[in-house]
């Protein structure tokens, strides 16, 4: 079993990103990415304030915008006209969840198609569907990246995602299909209404399981050399540990880790890499390749 080090390739690809900022600036390019965080999540918080370490680290401006809980729609969808008409922000995200009374959906097709660095627009949707240049959403473009990085081959591959997100799922199936590399593989996308998960898991040679259940994956779900790949992270109590938690993902690692061929821990594994699948996002905005 081979560990896929996530936290060790996100360092490569910063990097590289750091050369190629220099050389945007060097043409008076700045790249600039705002992030709006609504609410006081502590999830999110966190999140963002990942997100803006990973930018100073690169050398891309980061701006954050805050708002309570209760703002308005209406104020919320303001601010986004106002970013996306400042030609000096090339990226902008829109940290999720959102409080109840806001329209996700109309939150995130207000962001202009050009500045949607996290790939969630229906353009940029459409365009990594058709195999067009795009903003690939962050998660499964660092998964790709891992996978490129570990030389792991795709073609032929049998590859099963478990959950069907927008986010992830749902993208990840479709990029791990194009005739490209990675990817050439038969896919199969399942979800919690699939008959017998458990066998169509153990056919898997490529198992990426993003269903939100800690440690939902056990052995007897993974074929003996499997490449699997873990998005969830969750928090469970730990008493023998002095925050009183641990992190785990939806895979039980110490059981899956018996069987597979690779596998990415929890954490250190896919998290990192999404952060900085963000970054080249905007260095991409920034250079004007995609738009």
């Given at each position: ?58 050398g891309i401006l980061s701006t954050l915008y805050t708002f309570n809980s209760d703002v308005s729609e209406e104020e919320l969808l303001n601010t986004i006209k106002f ?209």
């Amino acid at each position: 079993m081979k560990l896929i080090d996530g936290k060790m390739v996100a360092e490569t690809i910063k990097e590289q990103l750091k050369k190629e900022v220099i050389e945007l600036i060097d043409k008076d390019i700045n790249p600039h990415l705002v992030a709006i965080l609504v609410g006081d999540d502590g999830a999110s918080q966190t999140y963002v304030a990942s997100k803006q370490k990973a930018c100073q680290e690169v050398g891309i401006l980061s701006t954050l915008y805050t708002f309570n809980s209760d703002v308005s729609e209406e104020e919320l969808l303001n601010t986004i006209k106002f970013l996306n008409e400042d030609d000096e922000i090339h990226g902008m995200i829109v940290q999720l969840p959102l409080p109840k009374h806001i329209n996700i959906e109309k939150v995130m097709a207000s962001i202009a198609p050009e500045k949607d660095v996290d790939g969630f627009h229906a353009m940029n949707v459409g365009r990594m569907a058709l195999g067009l240049p795009s903003y690939l959403p962050a998660t499964p473009n660092g998964i790709m990246e891992l996978i490129k990085h570990y030389k792991i081959e795709t073609e032929g591959k049998h590859c099963v995602v478990i959950g069907r997100s927008h986010i992830v799922g749902l993208p990840m199936s479709i990029m791990m299909g194009q005739k490209n590399y990675p990817g050439n593989s038969t896919v199969t996308l399942c979800h919690s209404k699939t008959p017998d998960l458990k066998s169509v898991a153990a056919s898997a040679d490529i198992l990426i399981v993003a269903i939100g259940q800690p440690e939902f994956v056990k052995a007897d779900m993974v074929k003996e050399g499997a490449v699997v790949i873990d998005v969830g992270i969750h928090r469970i109590p730990d008493e023998t540990k002095k925050s009183g938690f641990r992190l785990v993902g939806d895979v039980d690692f110490n059981e899956v880790s018996q069987k597979c061929s690779f596998i990415t821990p929890v954490p250190g594994g896919v998290g990192p890499m999404t952060i900085v699948s963000l970054m080249m996002n905007t260095v991409k905005a920034a250079s004007g390749v995609v738009y």
